[in-house]
């Protein structure tokens, strides 16, 4: 058993707290301050406080250009939901995290099937699979760009030896957008297929052994062991996975930067592009309310579906 | 042995034909863009625009001299180091205190503070960019690797501290017990068992940490200006950049891409199991 550091803590009702501690408590009550402290020092300079000046930001006019800096109170948000460009980031943002993740589930558990059977070259599988994780993320962004090029690209050109037909990704904002969320798949389902592999690695094997003792095939152990088993960790890494790519930036930068047009434009880009490109402070920190607003929603139906989630056996 | 064939299910072949298949397919996928990144590099660039495509153009390193001629490619390969090392030195230290806190003191209240820690990694890194930018210009540390070191630690910190916490529980406390009753200081405990026994998650918790350090961009390419901390992942948007769409000088901008990723692909080659362990240790549980 875990020993705790506080012995003086339990306390009859109406007893002062600080006076009813032991003085090794109280040594233990600094200590732990002391040992939190840098780390929370660290994020309250750089998240919990840059926060609450984002808000206070958008409502302000701050333009490092035009040098105004005065109180408009509500006044940028109705421009931000005006302006196409927050308008079609917003639609893709959700469009891209909802289908990728989607995807990236389906892809991560086919993938965590595969590298969970024994075959030789297993351990090779297993090793490559770290790779699209590893490199990074803007270059991944530059290499597909490359691959995918309509004159020199190796995969348009194939498809050109194979049906006749000239595939030119990036002009068409619905083929743009297809193939963002295609590679984002590419970059991220390998990652959720390790903590796949990590789950069904959990499941206990006798369980197999009984349903195939029962008569079921391989189709009914997957769907009524496997899958009921993974759920929690399914819905968890779904919701980590929405959550994070709600902020997705490096992809797209390298990919499209947005374009044709804004087509493939996410908030992060509308934030990085009005913030530190065109310096509007003002509109940008509002723009990044939107996103915030947006990752709360979302993290909150998380947690909702987490609850309702819990699966004993 | 007098000729008894054995009669195989369908299923046998079958099964095993379809993970084959499936593992090369896995495999061709995963490595494409690698193998044509490589390829992009080492080839001459009058080969990158000729059809039919070629494949395995003759290799030259020609490309990688024309990044140190025109650019200040070796600072930024530079940077990227310092950069990477240091954010992941000051992630662990800050992490590792932390987290040993949550571990052994606990008191009611103490794990919401450590999930209020944990929990605000789900913050997008783009949220505070904008405050971020004045802050750190105030603080005289826009364009300088101290400043973007900081900003990153600070982003890596909570789940650095929340696969550690896991790690720190399953480190029996007896062994500390034994030298709190022998008289140890927290730092001997620190430096004489608790690092040492923890170094498997120290180990895996830098490297990840490492790997995002480098190629991280937005924070480098929104708080750096000058080529004396610019980062690797900084310069290759600049050449992409500074380009037109129809020119665009692939075999420096993959050039570019094969120094970040090629390193980056040999640390997770001999690390795997480590890796894969810190990654997902924070998940399971």
Do not use: C
């Not at chain 2, 190629?215 to 610019?230: D, G, I, R, V, W």
Request: no cysteine; hydrophobic share 55%; net charge positive.
């Amino acid at each position: 058993m875990q020993q705790t550091y506080a012995p003086g803590l339990v306390r009859a009702k109406g007893q002062p707290l600080l006076s009813s501690l032991s003085k090794a408590a109280q040594r233990r009550y600094v200590l732990f301050l002391l040992l939190i402290a840098p780390a929370f020092l660290l994020r309250i300079t750089t998240a919990a406080y840059p926060i609450l000046q984002t808000i206070y930001l958008s409502f302000t006019n701050l333009n490092l250009l035009k040098n105004t800096n005065e109180f408009i109170g509500l006044q940028n948000y109705p421009a931000v939901f005006n302006d196409y460009g927050v308008q079609e980031a917003l639609s893709f943002t959700i469009m891209l995290v909802v289908s990728s993740t989607i995807l990236e589930l389906i892809v991560g558990m086919l993938v965590a099937l595969l590298l969970n059977a024994a075959f030789v070259g297993r351990g090779f599988a297993r090793t490559i699979n770290l790779i699209p994780w590893a490199i990074p993320t803007i270059v991944a962004g530059y290499a597909f760009r490359w691959l995918l090029d309509d004159q020199f690209g190796l995969i348009p050109y194939w498809m050109n030896l194979i049906s006749g037909t000239r595939m030119v990704a990036f002009i068409d904002p619905v083929s743009a957008r297809i193939a963002v969320i295609l590679v984002h798949v590419w970059k991220d389902a390998p990652f959720m297929a390790f903590i796949f592999l990590a789950g069904l690695q959990g499941v206990p094997l006798d369980l197999y052994e009984a349903a195939r003792v029962d008569g079921a095939n391989a189709w009914h152990r997957f769907w009524h062991i496997t899958l009921p088993l993974v759920m929690p960790l399914t819905i968890t890494m779904g919701l980590f996975r929405v959550v994070w790519s709600l902020g997705s930036f490096d992809l797209v930068y390298g990919l499209t930067q947005g374009g044709p047009g804004v087509a493939t434009s996410v908030l992060a880009l509308q934030v990085f592009r009005e913030g530190i490109m065109f310096f509007k402070f003002g509109f940008a920190s509002a723009i990044s309310v939107v996103l915030l607003i947006v990752v709360a929603i979302v993290g909150a139906i998380g947690l909702w579906l987490f609850r309702r989630s819990e699966v004993s056996y | 042995m007098n000729g008894v064939r054995i009669r195989r299910p369908w299923s046998y072949w079958w099964g095993n034909g379809a993970v084959y298949v499936s593992f090369l397919f896995f495999t061709f996928v995963v490595l494409l863009p690698v193998y044509w990144m490589v390829r992009s590099s080492l080839a001459p660039a009058a080969d990158l625009i000729k059809i039919p495509l070629v494949y395995f153009p003759t290799p030259t390193l020609r490309n990688f001299i024309t990044l140190v001629e025109q650019v200040p490619f070796l600072e930024y390969v530079r940077n990227s180091l310092i950069f990477a090392l240091a954010t992941t030195l000051v992630t662990l230290v800050v992490s590792f205190l932390a987290a040993y806190a949550f571990a052994r003191i606990r008191f009611p209240g103490s794990s919401i503070i450590m999930w209020t820690l944990v929990l605000s990694m789900a913050l997008p890194d783009v949220g505070t960019i904008v405050p971020l930018y004045r802050i750190l210009s105030s603080l005289r540390l826009l364009d300088t690797i101290a400043g973007i070191t900081l900003v990153l630690s600070s982003a890596l910190a909570p789940f650095t501290v929340w696969v550690l916490v896991s790690f720190i529980k399953q480190v029996p406390y007896e062994i500390e017990e034994a030298a709190i009753i022998d008289g140890a200081s927290l730092l001997q405990i620190f430096g004489r068992i608790l690092v040492p026994v923890t170094k498997p998650a120290l180990v895996t918790m830098g490297l990840i940490n490492f790997i995002n350090a480098w190629n991280n961009l937005l924070y480098p390419l929104s708080f750096t200006t000058s080529p004396s901390s610019k980062t690797l992942s900084v310069s290759i948007t600049e050449i992409f950049a500074g380009y037109s769409p129809w020119g665009k000088p692939w075999e420096l901008i993959m050039a570019v891409g094969v120094t970040m990723t090629i390193p980056m692909v040999i640390l997770v080659l001999f690390s795997q199991r480590a890796i894969v362990r810190g990654l997902t240790g924070g998940a399971i549980k």
